[in-house]
């Protein structure tokens, strides 16, 4: 009988069934060899990290990095319902962040109101920037403490290796195509972006988020093997931001990773200035490699004429016209872009929005956060922004005034800050895998803000 169903299966079933039925003895045995659930939902940056190929289903346009994300918060929702788990209160920021997603909320019906752009675009794109959100409790109350919070930052590590020694892959493969690159002026070797859908950009939004927070833990950590890890990590980490080519992503971590050393070693000064020094002179050993960045300070004349920001300035005098034109109502979650000089030519990419009629398969267009809240949403999506941002201040604030694990926790911060200033100058927050670590990296920013519900099994 085993063999007929074995000819069966691989006669009339595809490969994926094949491997799941393979794979399902192994899955048992593993349920009763870990059987706390929170093992497995350890997986869940592994799986945010390979979890970049898209979903097409019907009106709905998803990937798997957004499936893990509502499957991890299913399965701590109905642990702690189910289980009949003593309840938590929630810290104060996470009702700021109900706020801000009620906000967005009443935008997005705003937007159905007034606008007659088609329902499913609408309703998919205004929740794009609080999907993640969901991860806010499992990591808080799951991972937040203890020896689960260092297992977490293990993960978070490992991972982070995983997609720097991709990215340096990808680079010295020279299988990426770069004819982009020379459109925009510069002969690069092509720009990385390792396992994260986007491209480099949002790669670079990536590395912001967990490099200075693996540059944290390196100090966490007591395993003099981990703490190793992590420092390669950090090392390949800066190196593959490097390979992006986003000035942004450059820029701000490596202000942020000096900061955090700074404010680490305030009392021996001589460290970060050291580390600076070391890496002052790497770049200047390979400044032909890296003059797309460089010339933030060799030529800023040059900075200015290049054509992605002549692009960058035309699209956000656009915006920023649309936006006073109607500051209330916005354009409308869910419409539909168009080159208003109705050519793609790099000159004249000065992008606007109109209702949607069909189906829209991707959204972008503006490449600033900051700009896009108040020109697509009007006022209710700039309150959301508000109440988001003001969430990860006040939880900076309660962390030096009174967190413990306060050089953990100002790693996360130093990670948030930087991701935080590049969405000035792109929009990755709805990426789905860089909006996962976003909000993986907050929920451990607001544990160590707000220390929570530990039981002393799980303390170290």
């Known amino acids: ?11 009339y079933q595809p490969k994926e069934v094949r491997f799941a039925l393979l794979a399902l003895p192994f899955f048992i045995f593993a349920l009763f060899v870990f059987r706390d659930i929170r093992y497995w939902v350890l997986a869940l940056p592994v799986l945010v990290t390979f979890g970049e190929k898209a979903i097409d289903h019907g009106p709905f346009y998803t990937s798997p990095a957004t499936l893990v994300v509502l499957v991890s918060f299913i399965a701590f929702a109905s642990h702690r319902l189910f289980g009949f788990k003593e309840s938590y209160r929630f810290p104060a920021v996470f009702r700021l962040i109900g706020a801000a997603y009620l906000a967005q ?10 606008h007659d752009s088609e329902f499913w675009n609408v309703a998919r794109e205004g929740q794009k920037h609080f999907l993640g959100a969901l991860l806010l409790p499992v990591v808080y109350f799951w991972y937040g403490r203890g020896v689960w919070l260092e297992r977490f930052l293990k993960v978070l590590t490992i991972m982070l290796l995983v997609m720097t020694i991709y990215g340096i892959y990808q680079y010295t493969s020279g299988s990426i195509d770069s004819l982009g690159d020379l459109a925009s002026g510069f002969d690069l070797a092509g720009r990385v972006y390792s396992t994260i859908a986007g491209g480099p950009n949002s790669y670079s939004g990536v590395l912001e988020l967990l490099v200075p927070s693996v540059l944290a833990s390196f100090f966490f950590f007591r395993s003099k093997f981990w703490k190793t890890v992590a420092l390669v990590t950090v090392i390949l980490g800066i190196l593959n931001v490097l390979y992006t080519f986003s000035r942004g992503g450059f820029l701000t971590i490596s202000i942020t990773c000096l900061f955090y050393m700074v404010f680490r070693f ?4 001589w460290v970060p200035v050291v580390s600076f020094l070391v890496f002052a002179g790497f770049i200047a050993a390979n400044t032909a490699e890296f003059e797309r960045q460089l010339t933030v300070f060799s030529d800023p004349q040059e900075l200015m004429l290049d054509t992605s920001m002549l ?4 699209s956000y005098m656009g915006f920023i016209s649309e936006i006073q034109a109607d500051p209330i109502r916005g354009v409308g979650w869910g419409s539909a872009e168009y080159y208003h000089g109705r050519t793609t030519l790099y000159g004249f990419w000065e992008v606007r929005h109109e209702d949607s009629i069909d189906k829209i398969t991707r959204f972008g267009g503006l490449n600033s956060m900051i700009l896009e809240m108040p020109y697509k949403g009007g006022i209710l999506s700039l309150l959301s922004l508000v109440l988001l941002v003001s969430a990860v201040v006040i939880s900076v604030g309660r962390l030096l005034k009174s967190g413990e694990d306060t050089m953990l926790g100002f790693g996360f911060a130093c990670g948030l800050a930087g991701f935080g200033i590049h969405q000035f100058f792109d929009n990755l927050l709805p990426w789905p895998q860089t909006g996962a ?8 920013l607001v544990s160590t803000a707000y220390p929570c519900c530990e039981k002393e099994k799980d303390s170290l």
Do not use: D, G, P
């Open 1 to 11: 009988m085993f063999a007929l169903l074995n000819m069966f299966v691989n006669i």
């Open 311 to 314: 692009h960058r300035y035309t």
């Open 266 to 269: 305030r009392k021996r000064i």
């Open 105 to 114: 909320l009443a935008s997005v019906f705003a937007s159905l109101y007034i």
């Open 437 to 444: 670590f976003f909000w993986m990296i907050f929920a451990l």
